[in-house]
């Protein structure tokens, strides 16, 4: 049964670059949320997305952006780096969009660093 | 005021003692309550989710939670070494869809 994949691991960019950051959810599950973890904080919600669609959005400018496709796999995009998106970006996923007794697993996540 | 707030710590325990972690939540209409287990480089890991008022065990962890004072704790009996962690609680708030708010995390550490 294979959990929550994100791709790649480790990413470094410099300011102004874009970015582009891949989900798979777990076997089964239909929905994906991203969260963004700033060092020695917990994490922010970013987005979610179910059927394709932007459900929920957090505090976060339109540089981010996102997108879901047919089998469940989802894209994070940021735009326009700045040295303050550097962190440790969180997928999670779940079954349901607002099944309130869903517990929401999370991939092993991937670093971001920005120069 | 935050919307889910932890007791900052660190919190160190001796070995084989009990842990207790702490969480308070502001939005009343909460129905889900989690603690999540992250070590140092590592992405969170569920180990408690409790929906019900009262407390709920899964081996040596206990999550007790209390809506009316919109309070959930986490107990870590017989506390080993590798449960030395960060423990995070996250509140699932639904307004069109579930997104879950964290607290910053409670640096726990079980001396040996």
């Known amino acids: 049964d294979a959990g929550v994949t994100q791709s790649p691991t480790h990413l470094i960019k410099t300011r102004g670059q874009q970015v582009t950051l891949r989900c798979s959810p777990k076997?089964?599950?239909?929905?994906v949320s991203w969260y963004q973890q700033a060092l020695g904080q917990g994490p922010q919600f970013i987005f979610q997305?179910?059927?394709?669609?932007?459900?929920q959005r957090g505090n976060f400018p339109d540089r981010f952006s996102g997108h879901q496709f047919p089998n469940y796999s989802s894209e994070l995009n940021v735009n326009a780096l700045l040295l303050g998106d550097s962190a440790l970006y969180l997928c999670?996923?779940?079954?349901?969009?607002?099944?309130?007794?869903?517990?929401?697993?999370f991939g092993d996540g991937t670093r971001l660093s920005i120069l | 005021q935050k919307e889910v707030e932890q007791n900052s710590g660190p919190l160190s325990v001796p070995e084989g003692a009990i842990a207790s972690l702490n969480c308070t939540y502001s939005?009343?209409?909460?129905?889900?309550f989690f603690w999540y287990r992250q070590y140092s480089g590592k992405s969170p890991e569920l180990i408690m989710s409790?929906?019900?008022?009262g407390d709920k065990e899964d081996g040596r962890f206990t999550a007790q939670l209390n809506k009316a004072s919109q309070y959930v704790s986490l107990l870590i009996r017989d506390s080993q070494p590798s449960d030395s962690a960060t423990y995070l609680c996250?509140?699932?708030?639904?307004?069109?869809?579930?997104?879950?708010?964290f607290g910053q995390g409670t640096r726990l550490t079980i001396n040996p």
């Open positions: 997305y179910y059927e394709e669609e932007e459900r």
């Open positions: 076997s089964g599950h239909d929905t």
């Open positions: 999670a996923s779940s079954l349901g969009s607002d099944r309130y007794n869903q517990p929401q697993h």
């Open positions: 996250a509140v699932s708030i639904i307004q069109g869809a579930q997104k879950l708010v």
């Open positions: 939005d009343r209409v909460s129905q889900s």
């Open positions: 409790i929906y019900s008022n």
